[in-house]
């Protein structure tokens, strides 16, 4: 069964290929070919995107002279991208949502997607689902929001089993019970890893997203339009507990979100944190042996009847360069290659091989069935339903004193005990605070722009 979905999912991407292929060889380039550069870090498509990218040159930029050279990063995807926007060496496309990207945007170093010849279609049709401060800047497309990101709980299913368990974790107190079991199975077996290295976005994936539906707000309220990191106190001394029995893959101050999804492969740890991205790397990139002996579910909660729905994280797909428009050629064919990556057929397909979630309704109905069982059950990973998260202000702040970031990575390693968190977590919310007041005095930021009472109203909705 599992080798008849895999070819089902081959043949579809082939087909799409072949398509693509009898529709562009009508014709050859005969002038110069124009290389257009893209970058992204998204290691759980780039085995359809290579094959889409090789169709592409082979085909339509065969006849238009455009080439695409399609980069992926890794660990390292932050400090390439900033350091190619800081030094004026930025790929023409780049995925957008990186560390410090607003700051670019307001430097100028994005293209208004209005300047981009023949994507009219793809922005009217993507128009309903703007984000304001992410795919729009001041009313103006410079992107369009495709997919979305679903936080989700993995587990092994066999180390559960061989602790003694039947299902996942319903509530809190369940995952520090069945972590510290799995802990004790093997001397090399853990219940749980945080990669620490995968910074800032483990404040995110690991911690926030995975408790707001117990919160009812992420660490940024956007009601009240002020942080409250203090009132995830529990969840973190939850966590800190489970450290303290030894129940975490050691080193997570050097561990990579890659390295950890590899042990986690590897039938190392129980239980790690992550989005719907991971089906792909978990075949793909880190296949899971058996691939059906790992799966989705919803995140614990502390309470099960009082919880809320899960955060859905969706944004900007790409950015362009502003510098693109001084190049002509570029600029004429930039277009293509945003359809090549965005465009409704590769939009099917990614939800088909079960790689990505297309924010459209319409995508996923005339979408072919996606391939992958956990595909299904992130679909369900939430009880209550997701809400899509509107823009936060963190990266623009300047804050005194260890960020976000380095706060809770004290925390997690025990440098901050168990009973200092709340103390540490209060303090971290007045110097946020303070940070976002003197940034909003100064003119730096609109406080407008961040606040959202939707959301909350969202998370709460039943």
Known sequence: MKTKVFLIGLALLLAFSM?????????????????????????HDKSEMDLL???FNATTGAQKGIRVEYSVYGADWNTAINMAMETDRAPDMFKAGFANYENFQAMGRFLPWTEIPGIQDILDKQAPYHRNLSSTYGGVPYGVVV???IPGFHYNKALLRQAGFSAPPKTWAELEQMAIAISRLAPDVYGIGIPLLWAPDFCHWVTEYAATNSIGHMYYNFTTGTYNFAAFTEYFEMLSRIREAGAVF???????????RAQFAAGKVGFIWGASWNVGVLYDQFPFQPSDGWDFA????????NQFRVPFSAGAAFHVSSQVRNNPAKLAGIGDVIRLFIGDDTQRLMFTTGKRFPIRTDITASAAPAARPQWTSIGNSSPLGFATMPSAPHNLLAVEGPDRAAVIGQILTGQIPTSGIRAALTDLDTRMNAAFNQAVQRGQINRANYISPNFETQLRAR
């Open 19 to 43: 398509t693509a292929m009898a529709s562009g060889a009508t014709q050859q380039h005969s002038g110069p070919v124009t290389t257009i550069t893209v970058w992204s870090n998204d290691a």
């Open 53 to 55: 990218v090789a169709q």
């Open 147 to 149: 997919y979305g990101n």
């Open 250 to 260: 050691p080193g997570m101050e050097s561990l990579t979100d890659d390295q950890l």
């Open 298 to 305: 919803p995140f614990p909660v502390r309470d099960v009847n």
